[in-house]
């Protein structure tokens, strides 16, 4: 019985989010207005972003390095190692799917608070009952502003993880800067650094899509609100591991 019950109530959820993206997903009918919040949105959603993706790639880029080069040190193993170990953990997970988890919480609980805050203040219905499609008008911005920006923080993420290293390097001594250089280039796959921007392009939909979903459906009042940020944080997450091991799998 409890099986049925849960089950009916994900299928309905996911009905629901169906339908609403079938309403975002149309075309707008003031494209001036439509590009203007477009804009607004990859500034708020993907540009703000940039100084915390900047910050945490940093300092991940440093720990991993330091780690390698502390714990895998071996007389039978290579001096570039560390440098080689910190590129592939950057570019195939971190920058793609770990960030975007911390984006989850960040921009995820963003857009959950403000569509939810709209509805409760009933800004919605009033578009609504002006003839707005409010879903296409609020959402697709946000979902297309979104998937715009985030190649860009993932390409800035590596980056900057890199340079963390090499702050390890010549800041704090832990590895030759000619070793970590060296582990860097050895074997460097292009294909990687597509497959980690492709994997980000579905997480932001994720973020973007699931997140516009709670606020959009919020029924009550600030209360509500709260729970459906932190709603959509959560589902928002664990959609994007569950999507991370299948692109992994499709996409290696």
Not at 152 to 178: K, W
Request: net charge positive; charged share 10%; glycine share 8%.
């Amino acid at each position: 019985m409890l099986i049925t019950h849960l089950l009916k109530k994900y299928l309905t959820t996911l009905g629901r989010y169906l339908i609403l993206m079938g309403r975002s997903f149309a075309i707008p009918d003031k494209m001036r207005m439509f590009m203007k919040r477009y804009v607004k949105e990859m500034s708020q959603l993907g540009v703000d972003s940039i100084p915390i993706v900047l910050l945490i790639s940093f300092f991940i880029g440093a720990v991993i390095c330091i780690q390698m080069k502390v714990n895998i040190e071996s007389p039978w193993m290579p001096r570039w190692v560390a440098g080689y170990t910190t590129r592939e953990i950057m570019l195939l997970e971190f920058s793609s799917s770990i960030m975007c988890l911390i984006l989850a919480g960040k921009v995820g609980s963003n857009i959950a608070s403000e569509l939810g805050t709209m509805r409760v203040t009933q800004q919605i219905d009033a578009l609504d009952i002006m003839g707005v499609n409010s879903a296409n008008y609020l959402i697709l911005p946000k979902i297309l502003g979104l998937v715009t920006i985030m190649p860009f923080l993932v390409i800035f993420s590596s980056t900057m993880g890199i340079i963390g290293a090499y702050g390890t390097s010549y800041i704090g001594h832990i590895i030759a800067p000619a070793d970590l250089t060296a582990g860097i280039q050895h074997a460097f796959n292009s294909w990687f650094m597509y497959m980690s921007i492709i994997k980000s392009l579905f997480f932001a939909f994720i973020i973007a899509s699931v997140s516009s979903y709670f606020g959009y459906s919020v029924e009550g009042g600030s209360v509500e609100v709260g729970k459906a940020s932190t709603d959509a944080v959560v589902c928002s997450s664990v959609l994007i591991l569950f999507s991370d091991v299948f692109l992994t799998q499709v996409l290696s």
